[in-house]
């Protein structure tokens, strides 16, 4: 029987503004990103011209097949940067607002920072900061929660990963200390 | 029959107390991942993939599959209850699921959904038990301009039959296949594309790619959206599920409509996005109140979920047989099993006899324990959705970061990870397809050793994809696809000489 009167409402305090300003349209991102790829295209072709991309006594060279996928990546770029002006459509499209892209960078920035601390503190310990600090500082989370939740995250990923399915993880000066 | 007997043999391969644990924790976990916002399917097997690393082939596949059953089911969950399709492929359930929720019918539209999942992936699971070894056999006369013939079908297909734009869909296959490129030439073990990197010269991995690809870039996207959700909560009793059970044969022909769209569009690379429309615009078209069509209607629960999981399941079979993945998930899937030292492929019949059967086996078993799972625990899976997303996108991001870093044990691919979270998020937001990419990333070196092979047989000489038969349809075949929007145009301007061509684009 279903039981509908129950409901359940997640709500986001951190919902983006609907009406924040656009940062950029869906056509400068295009063209960007068209260009850039036009850019790769060019210094990939290069690289397997230089590896040889033609045919010697054994067949195919190494740089053949990615050579000719290079000239049909820099050609369906320069299309994509021809068809980006032309559209109409596109030019109106928000890419991202600001609102948008704060949040956006509220996850980036720490996972960047995550991966950082990562190198020299291990990955629990690191993990157990970007948890906690995510959940406090984005969430709004009660303090005591957000430790706690990133603590019991920490355990259980080091007891699967390191002891259960003995998959080894970088570890830092807190997994020496104990003797990891 | 003589599939029967090997079906015989994969359930006794599977029937172990660790495999069927291992298969219920699969199942869980992919439920989990399908309700959570920002995850789904191909993603949760990508993230999860290491958990498998220590397992032996069958055990790991079995859990992986399983993952993938519970995430398609879990999908349903959040369609129905809370109008937020999971998936793309989820997003018709929401049209006729959510204002059954909202009229009450919750429980209803609920087990119709999932009833149909099973019955749509049933049917899948019975053409790959029949199929696969027949066309497994076929394919073993397979030379390599044929596989290569095949590689050029499934990309043209892609191209010509994707509903993103031509160019987009170009870009993602160039670059995923060069991406394929980086690193060691297998064949005369001479650099390419590393630039001087030590870092590169083991290759760029695809499975470091797809968590970036999926998982980060999923973080980015739905961050970036307003995450107010609000639903409706609902528990199925036995009642409810008999009663619809009860009213199926009702709905056969659709079901069966379903099936077979999703099959076909799962072994050719539709998808199941194009399968989950093409079946309830059908279940519509054929209706006799096509009007009641999304002000919640059972069949437009029935339609886009059979379709949708006979095509999830159906693209399980080209990857068997050929070793040519028919979705994202299926790439992932078989980027697993490459992991493992398997090469899925004709051969995979012939030398991994219980691996293929035990698969094949956990098809059915996974999709009844799945089937028996959700319908009993709808209610817990549904307050996933109460969690904070700020506490479960951090986590995600360390999951994402573990799989990343477990494959190689390389930080070199953490960054790599983070670097295609940005460039998935670049690329979903302007339109640039993700399933071809990652398609192109798995079957990179693959299609290239098949060219590279065809033209030392044939000396250069570009005519050896017509040699025979065979391979000269497949080629032929490819480039229609390729140019089908040109040719479908051509048809109906030649069929209709007064309608525009816009309509044939349309």
């Known amino acids: 029987?279903?039981?509908t009167e129950l409901e359940i409402a997640v709500d986001d305090p951190t919902a983006p503004e609907e009406n924040s300003p656009a940062v950029t349209s869906n056509r400068n991102v295009d063209v960007a990103v068209s260009l850039l790829l036009l850019v790769l295209a060019i210094v990939l072709a290069w690289d397997n011209w230089r590896t040889g991309a033609s045919w010697d006594s054994t067949g195919p060279e190494p740089g053949y097949f990615p050579f000719y996928l290079s000239v049909i990546l820099g050609g369906a770029s320069l299309y994509g940067i021809g068809a980006a002006f032309l559209s109409s459509k596109e030019a109106l499209e928000t890419f991202v607002t600001r609102a948008q892209l704060r949040r956006v960078m509220a996850v980036f920035v720490p996972t960047l920072l995550f991966c950082i601390a990562m190198q020299f503190l291990g990955i629990y310990v690191a993990s157990f900061l970007l948890i906690a600090g995510f959940m406090r500082v984005v969430g709004k989370i009660a303090w005591w929660k957000s430790l706690l939740t990133a603590f019991l995250f920490s355990a259980v990923m080091f007891v699967t990963f390191d002891i259960v399915f003995d998959v080894l993880m970088p570890k830092g000066p807190l997994e020496a200390a104990f003797g990891y | 029959m003589e599939a029967l007997g090997l079906l015989l043999h994969g359930f006794a391969v599977l029937l172990t107390w660790k495999t069927l644990l291992l298969m219920m924790v699969g199942l869980v976990?992919?439920?989990?991942v399908g309700v959570l916002p920002g995850l789904g399917g191909p993603n949760g097997v990508a993230i999860l993939l290491p958990l498998t690393f220590s397992m032996d082939p069958t055990s790991a596949i079995v859990m992986l599959s399983c993952i993938y059953w519970g995430a398609l089911f879990g999908g349903a969950i959040t369609s129905i209850l809370f109008n937020i399709p999971g998936e793309a492929w989820s997003?018709?359930?929401?049209?006729?699921?959510?204002p059954m929720a909202q009229q009450g019918k919750a429980a209803e539209a609920l087990t119709a959904a999932f009833t149909s999942s099973f019955i749509g992936s049933l049917v899948a699971v019975l053409l790959i038990t029949f199929l696969a070894p027949w066309i497994s056999s076929f394919a073993l006369k397979?030379?390599?301009?044929?596989?290569?013939?095949v590689y050029l079908l499934t990309f043209c297909s892609f191209v010509g039959l994707g509903r993103e734009d031509k160019h987009k869909t170009v870009i993602a296959m160039s670059l995923g296949l060069l991406l394929a490129g980086v690193g060691m030439d297998t064949v005369s073990g001479q650099l390419r594309m590393t630039f001087g990197s030590t870092d590169l010269l083991r290759g760029i991995n695809f499975l470091v790619a797809v968590i970036g690809l999926f998982g980060i870039s999923e973080i980015l996207l739905t961050m970036e959206e307003r995450l107010a959700l609000r639903g409706h909560a609902a528990s199925i009793s036995l009642r409810t599920v008999l009663a619809v059970w009860k009213d199926l044969p009702k709905y056969w022909m659709t079901l069966l409509r379903s099936s077979v769209i999703g099959c076909w569009l799962g072994i050719t690379p539709g998808g199941a996005i194009a399968a989950s429309f093409m079946g309830y615009n059908l279940a519509k078209r054929f209706s006799k109140d096509p009007d009641s069509f999304g002000k919640g209607r059972i069949e437009g629960v029935f339609a886009p979920e059979t379709a949708a999981h006979a095509s999830g399941t159906?693209?399980?079979?080209?990857?068997?047989a050929l070793g040519i993945p028919g979705s994202g998930t299926a790439a992932i899937l078989l980027g697993g099993l490459m992991v493992w030292g398997l090469n899925p492929g004709p051969l995979?019949?012939?030398e991994h006899k219980d691996f293929v059967w035990g698969l094949i086996a956990s098809m059915y078993l996974g999709n009844v324990v799945g089937l028996v799972l959700v319908l009993s625990t709808v209610p817990i899976f549904a307050s996933i959705l109460r969690v904070p997303f700020a506490a479960v996108a951090p986590m995600i991001v360390v999951s994402c970061a573990i799989g990343a870093y477990a494959i190689q044990n390389a930080m070199f691919?953490?960054?790599?990870?983070?670097g295609f979270g940005v460039v998935g998020y670049v690329f979903k937001k302007i339109k640039i397809p993700l399933a071809p990419f990652t398609l192109a990333l798995v079957l990179g070196s693959r299609?290239?050793?098949a060219f590279r092979q065809s033209m030392i047989i044939s000396g250069g000489n570009m005519k050896v994809f017509w040699a025979n038969g065979l391979v000269g349809t497949i080629t032929t075949l490819a480039i229609l696809l390729l140019f089908w929007p040109l040719i479908d145009r051509l048809i109906a301007s030649i069929s209709k000489p007064g309608a525009p061509a816009a309509k044939a684009e349309a």
Do not use: H, K
């Not at chain 2, 976990?29 to 989990?32: H, S």
């Open chain 2, 91 to 98: 997003v018709a359930t929401t049209f006729d699921g959510y």
């Open chain 2, 413 to 418: 691919d953490v960054w790599l990870m983070l």
């Open chain 1, 1 to 3: 029987m279903s039981n």
């Open chain 2, 348 to 350: 995979l019949f012939v």
């Open chain 2, 314 to 320: 159906a693209a399980l079979l080209p990857m068997l």
């Open chain 2, 29 to 32: 976990l992919g439920v989990f």
């Open chain 2, 142 to 149: 397979f030379g390599p301009p044929e596989f290569f013939a």
């Open chain 2, 447 to 449: 299609a290239e050793d």
